[in-house]
């Protein structure tokens, strides 16, 4: 719920003075399920695997609240939507109750997502995601990356 809630306090302003593009980051802790990828709040208390549902946010939500919460509400109908999950894509042991599959195609559920989307994940099925050098306060090497300056995602480094 606190992840859903800061998603629509962030798009909220957003319905006055639509943009072009919604660029949506999320870094931090994530797990996989077979075809959804699940954001973790910090105060997340994973037990048993009902907690992914009632405790976390699925890409499927989250590309369904951007929709209903902005799309829905605003004009304009060429905005981009870009989603940057910056987490892993782990099952963690004590969560599995079956076997996990060969599965890549992550695309958020038809009508509930916008008409333009791009959804961008830093590691693959099944693994964890490198968090970076603590010590130096550094992104991941996956932002770093893509927010860097040969990359052109940005003008510059934001790390």
Not at 94 to 110: A, N, W
Not at 130 to 157: H, N, T
Request: glycine share 6%.
């Amino acid at each position: 719920a606190s992840l859903e809630l800061a998603l629509k306090e962030f798009v909220a302003p957003l319905i006055s003075a639509p943009p072009r593009i919604v660029l949506v980051t999320f870094d931090g802790h994530g797990i996989r399920d077979r075809g959804t990828m699940y954001l973790v709040p910090a105060n997340a208390n994973l037990s048993e695997h009902a907690d992914l549902a009632e405790q976390c946010l699925s890409h499927h939500q989250l590309f369904g609240l951007l929709k209903k919460e902005l799309e829905d509400k605003i004009k304009i109908e060429d905005v981009q939507f870009i989603v940057i999950l910056n987490m892993c894509q782990y099952l963690p042991t004590f969560l599995k109750h079956h076997e996990v599959g060969f599965m890549e195609v992550l695309e958020p559920c038809g009508s509930s997502r916008p008409r333009h989307w791009a959804l961008c994940t830093s590691t693959a099925n099944g693994t964890k995601a490198d968090d970076g050098v603590a010590e130096q306060m550094s992104c991941s090497p996956y932002l770093q990356e893509l927010l860097s300056v040969e990359c052109g995602f940005l003008e510059k480094c934001v790390c």
